[in-house]
T-cell receptor
Framework: KQEVTQIPAALSVPEGENLVLNCSFT??????LQWFRQDPGKGLTSLLLIQSSQREQTSGRLNASLDKSSGRSTLYIAASQPGDSATYLC??????????FGKGTLLTVNP | DTEVTQTPKHLVMGMTNKKSLKCEQH?????MYWYKQKAKKPPELMFVYSYEKLSINESVPSRFSPECPNSSLLNLHLHALQPEDSALYLC?????????????FGPGTRLTVL
């Protein structure tokens, strides 16, 4: 059974700092790894999708990497801004229909 | 059109009421999902539809009844809910069912059961 863990549970940084969010998974037979952003009381916004054959994906100030052999993914946010404050969720897509979610990292970027 | 829409945004209902949640997508996706999310928890899968047929029911109580009238619409009918059913209900869609497909989520319906 796939288990996904996100560290840290919460992170507070000053504006402008580069930061890394971590995601680990137990079953390396994942099909893909998705990173989502969720603002309080809102739905999930898909940020990046990394297929199992890929090592990384980039979108603007975001870069996500995937290392299946070690069961890890990281989300790198460059030059953080207060508007980046949200909960970030990673989720692994398996051979079945399911996305297995981590519990998320609550990010606060202070002006 | 690359979004999933959900209505209503907020819903308050009593335990004897019958109400419905609606989800719509026009991306040509053939898999649609209902998730339930409690505060400070990750989403939990409830139902999966593939090509308008219910393919997965994650042991959800019968007071929740899904319906997929066509490939673009997904409904969740609610009846005799309990206060513990209060949560954010999220709809998602993907091109096909299967773990290799990217899922796109709607904004959710905030449900409060009194």
């Amino acid at each position: 059974k796939q288990e996904v863990t996100q560290i840290p549970a919460a992170l507070s940084v000053p504006e402008g700092e580069n930061l890394v969010l971590n995601c680990s998974f137990t079953d390396s037979a994942i099909y893909n790894l998705q990173w989502f952003r969720q603002d309080p009381g809102k739905g999930l916004t898909s940020l990046l999708l990394i297929q199992s054959s890929q090592r990384e994906q980039t979108s603007g100030r975001l870069n996500a990497s995937l290392d299946k052999s070690s069961g890890r993914s990281t989300l790198y946010i460059a030059a953080s801004q207060p508007g980046d404050s949200a909960t970030y969720l990673c989720a692994g897509g398996g051979s079945n229909y399911k996305l297995t979610f981590g519990k998320g990292t609550l990010l606060t970027v202070n002006p | 059109d690359t979004e999933v829409t959900q209505t209503p945004k907020h819903l308050v209902m009593g335990m004897t009421n019958k109400k419905s949640l609606k989800c719509e997508q026009h991306m040509g996706h053939r898999a649609m999902y209902w998730y339930k999310q409690k505060a400070k928890k990750p989403p939990e899968l409830m139902f999966v539809y593939s090509y308008e047929k219910l393919s997965i029911n994650e042991s959800v109580p019968s007071r929740f009844s899904p319906e997929c009238p066509n490939s673009s619409l997904l409904n969740l009918h609610l009846h005799a809910l309990q206060p513990e059913d209060s949560a954010l209900y999220l709809c998602a869609s993907s091109l096909e069912r299967g773990g290799h497909n990217e899922q796109f989520f709607g904004p959710g319906t905030r449900l409060t059961v009194l």
